[in-house]
């Protein structure tokens, strides 16, 4: 395995489920962290974390990644320290609502295409440049086991991370050659704030989601990513799928607890 010391790593959404858990073990491993997130007090909390547990040098930055203006000031404008990128983990990424294809809210298919695929693009167009100049570099995309298939309730949705996945694909093939390599991540149900989101607060809407089944945590996610970004430099993984053991798809879910 190849050691992780002293590398950069951004990772976007980071105030909270699997961008805060993935945060924790980079710099577990003695990362240098920028976490990116719209919530201050968050990011400052993660931030003193990170710093107290892993003596780690952290740079935060309070942002909406579906913001491109503030997007690329941040990419542009970022410490010297931090300016080199080694990991970028793209992993802001939000799910809003069920509705049916043809009942859609047109703002919150816009929301999800910003922020799960407009930034995706946004920020690996700043950082990859880089990443190819200096011949080093991964690049890791956290998609959803909804980015290899669809379901009821998910046109948007699932259609974003089919979006995250093709353009993984289509970037590992753009970089072949070089030693940036390119990895999707697709978890499949996780809980974190995941549920609370799409079903807008409705505690209990989203609590059913996990009833009667043990979903995967945050953690496991993390791990998966620390699994791709420790393969020794001739092993590129492609795309991990995780699913909960309860769970076969988004659709096929047992609930026998
Ligand atoms: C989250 C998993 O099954 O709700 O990406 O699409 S699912």
């Not at 805060?20 to 990011?43: H, N, P, S, V």
């Not at 809003?96 to 995706?120: K, R």
């Amino acid at each position: 395995t190849h050691s992780l010391r002293d590398q950069v790593v951004l990772v976007t959404g980071a105030s909270s489920g699997i961008g805060e858990a993935t945060a924790l073990r980079f710099a577990e491993e003695g990362c240098k962290l920028i976490i990116c997130a719209r919530r201050t007090d968050r990011l400052n909390e993660l931030k003193k974390k990170l710093v107290e547990q892993y003596e780690v040098p952290v740079h935060t930055a309070t942002l909406d990644v579906t913001d491109s203006a503030k997007l690329d000031e941040f990419c542009s404008q970022l410490p010297p320290e931090f300016k080199e990128v080694d990991i970028l983990v793209n992993n802001a990424g939000l799910a809003l609502g069920t509705a049916p294809v043809q009942e859609n809210s047109v703002e919150d298919a816009m929301t999800m295409i910003n922020t799960n695929c407009t930034s995706v693009v946004l920020v690996t167009r700043h950082f990859a440049p880089g990443m190819v100049e200096r011949n080093r570099g991964h690049i890791i995309n956290i998609s959803s086991i909804a980015g290899h298939y669809g379901y009821p309730g998910g046109s948007i949705y699932c259609g974003t991370k089919h979006f995250v996945r093709a353009f993984t694909d289509a970037a590992r093939h753009d970089l072949v050659g070089t030693d940036v390599r390119v990895t999707a991540i697709s978890p499949g149900a996780v809980q974190t704030e995941f549920s609370n989101i799409r079903f807008k607060g409705d505690g209990a809407k989203a609590d059913a989601v996990y009833d009667g089944m043990i979903p995967l945590t945050a953690q496991d996610v993390a791990d998966s990513v620390l699994y791709a970004a420790t393969r020794p430099a001739h092993v590129q993984i492609g795309d991990i799928i995780l699913y909960a053991s309860y769970q076969a798809s988004s659709f096929s879910v047992a609930r026998p607890l």
